[in-house]
């Protein structure tokens, strides 16, 4: 979404405004300035982005070749990752911090949830490639 709204690729240029961010964000000024910003305006912006992503997801997606496993790597982590906003306040209270993380944001379980699956079945591809070594005979 970033290389559609700016025709810049490079990123080291994504990199560097990565690390201004992040180190403007130390700074109390900065912080206030942003908490100044009305709430419709940030809604407007933050539609526009989350609309822009989606757009660049859905052609990323137009370009997979969907068989069962890349089905199941896509769908499991995004129907687990919204069946964790029905997660009871009484469960999400007794998980230990990282936990409450994982089901209280499901863009942050989703993620996760893809990368394991996505590594899983990598794995488990890489060894059924592995080529079988005969014994030696003498």
Do not use: C, H, K
Request: no cysteine; charged share 10%; aromatic share 8%.
């Amino acid at each position: 979404a970033l290389l559609r709204v700016t025709r810049v690729g490079s990123r080291y240029v994504t990199l560097t405004t990565g690390i201004i961010l992040l180190v403007l964000g130390g700074f109390g000024m900065f912080d206030a300035a942003l908490v100044a910003i009305p709430t419709p305006v940030l809604s407007g912006a933050t539609a526009i982005l989350f609309s822009m992503l989606f757009a660049s997801g859905i052609e990323v997606l137009s370009r997979v070749q969907w068989n069962r496993g890349n089905l199941l790597a896509a769908g499991m982590p995004f129907i687990l990752a919204m069946g964790a906003f029905f997660t009871p306040e009484a469960v999400q209270a007794a998980l230990p911090p990282w936990a409450r993380l994982l089901l209280g944001q499901p863009l942050v379980m989703g993620a996760v949830l893809s990368l394991l699956t996505v590594g899983a079945f990598r794995l488990a591809r890489t060894r059924q490639e592995e080529p079988r070594l005969e014994p030696a005979t003498t």
